[in-house]
């Protein structure tokens, strides 16, 4: 969707290395979620975030931390890479308003540690 | 926590046929969306559908909520259907989306 987007697109590192991972909204939602694809599976939940004050673990938080600069902005770090956290990482966004939280998904960055 | 299978895991046509991919959840949901994941990663919004059935297109989609599935028509499926289609779900108590383990499509000429 293209009212999501995040940077960079794809990213290599070194194991011990501090990354970021970016992602900027402009659909004016209040929700947003960082998630993790492995190889042949489904999203996986890092965090997420209601509003600015507002920030939650998922199922993986361990090793990532985020931060939520504004309503449109939520950032995902890793501070210390390691190789197991090469995946294909997503960050969404939906809707306060909207009952069901239907979630829209950004293009994706591929994180390869080595 | 709500538990998500979908099947077939992989799944091989020829273009031109059609087929049906189905996703089974273990309880009560909220929200019930379709996803495509074209070869390059990018995650596609196909349906968000917690109950009834929709079209667009080629595509359509019905989720039976009280028997806890749902499922995906592709009609006249084309080369460019190609890729992994996950089916994911919110429970009552809202948060995450719960991701099944995805169909794998792969469309010959």
């Known amino acids: 969707d293209a009212d999501v987007t995040q940077t960079p697109r794809n990213r290599i590192t070194k194991t011990g290395k501090r990354i970021m991972l970016e992602c900027s909204q402009t659909?004016?939602?209040?929700?947003m979620y960082w998630y993790r694809q492995d190889p042949g599976l489904g999203l996986r939940l890092i965090y997420y975030s209601f509003d600015v004050k507002d920030i939650n673990k998922g199922e993986i938080s361990d090793g990532y931390s985020v931060s939520r600069q504004a309503q449109a902005k939520f950032s995902l770090s890793l501070e210390s890479a390691i190789p197991n956290q090469t995946a294909l990482y997503f960050c969404?966004?939906?809707?306060?308003?909207?009952?069901?939280?239907?979630?829209?998904f950004g293009p994706g960055t591929r994180l390869t540690v080595l | 926590g709500i538990q998500v299978e979908q099947s077939p895991p992989d799944l091989i046509l020829q273009e031109g046929a059609n087929s049906t991919l189905r996703c089974n959840f273990s309880d009560s949901v909220n929200n019930l969306q379709w996803f495509h994941q074209n070869p390059w990663g990018q995650l596609i919004n196909l349906f968000y559908?917690?109950?009834g059935t929709k079209q667009n297109g080629r595509l359509s989609a019905t989720t039976v909520a009280t028997e806890r599935y749902s499922l995906l028509y592709i009609s006249s499926s084309q080369t460019t259907d190609s890729g992994v289609y996950f089916c994911?779900?919110?429970?009552?108590?809202?948060?995450?989306?719960?991701f099944g383990q995805g169909t794998e499509l792969s469309v010959k000429p």
């Open positions: 994911a779900v919110m429970g009552n108590q809202g948060g995450k989306l719960i």
């Open positions: 969404a966004t939906s809707d306060l308003l909207d009952q069901h939280n239907e979630q829209f």
């Open positions: 559908i917690p109950s």
């Open positions: 659909k004016g939602h209040d929700r």
